[in-house]
T-cell receptor, first 113, second 114 residues
């Protein structure tokens, strides 16, 4: 069985500060890992994903995430927050045969001026 | 290219009424999903269809039925709506083929049961 935990339901950062959103997973098989972003009243959009290969993955809007197997983590970072980054972020996992996506509870990011 | 289209976008129902949420995709994907999103609980899978002609229960199937009408369409039906079904519903698809597949979402359907 798979599960995803996201530490912190709400994270606030100042504009220009580092963004760090935490994701830990459990999976009985090698997983594929995803981060999605949801802006108010919209659907979820893919931010980045890890499948195989390089463990540091770069996504859109300057975000990146690093897969650390030993820590079962896939934390999302951005060096400098922008006001437009305010949204809800979801971490997700699926086994590498591509079915049964499991989502974390989400972290709402606020960016303060 | 519309991607994943859901209708209706907003709906208010009275307790006990029935309704169907429609979802259509033009991505030629095999797998389709229905999720509900509630505050603090993320997305929870209601039903999914791995391919045309098959459907399976997800985490929270009670009170819902689904139909995979053809490869493009996957509908979600509430037979007798309850206030606990007030939520935002998302249809999603992915190719269903092995290997790092992205799941693509519709814009959501906001349902209120009074």
């Amino acid at each position: 069985a798979q599960s995803v935990t996201q530490l912190g339901s709400h994270v606030s950062v100042s504009e220009g500060a580092l963004v760090l959103l935490r994701c830990n997973y459990s999976s009985s098989v090698p997983p594929y890992l995803f981060w999605y972003v949801q802006y108010p009243n919209q659907g979820l959009q893919l931010l980045l994903k890890y499948t195989t290969g390089a463990t540091l993955v770069k996504g859109i809007n300057g975000f990146e995430a690093e897969f650390k197997k030993s820590e079962t983590s896939f934390h999302l970072t951005k060096p400098s927050a922008h006001m437009s980054d305010a949204a809800e972020y979801f971490c997700a996992v699926t086994p590498n045969y591509g079915q049964n996506f499991v989502f974390g509870p989400g972290t709402r990011l606020s960016v303060l001026p | 290219n519309a991607g994943v289209t859901q209708t209706p976008k907003f709906q208010v129902l009275k307790t006990g009424q029935s309704m169907t949420l429609q979802c259509a995709q033009d991505m030629n994907h095999n797998s389709m999903y229905w999720y509900r999103q509630d505050p603090g609980m993320g997305l929870r899978l209601i039903y999914y269809s791995a391919s045309e002609g098959t459907t399976d229960k997800g985490e929270v199937p009670n009170g819902y039925n689904v139909s995979r009408l053809n490869k493009r369409e996957f509908s979600l039906r509430l037979e007798s709506a309850a206030p606990s079904q007030t939520s935002v519903y998302f249809c999603a698809t992915n190719s269903g083929l092995p290997g790092g597949n992205t799941i693509y979402f519709g814009e959501g359907s906001w349902l209120t049961v009074v």
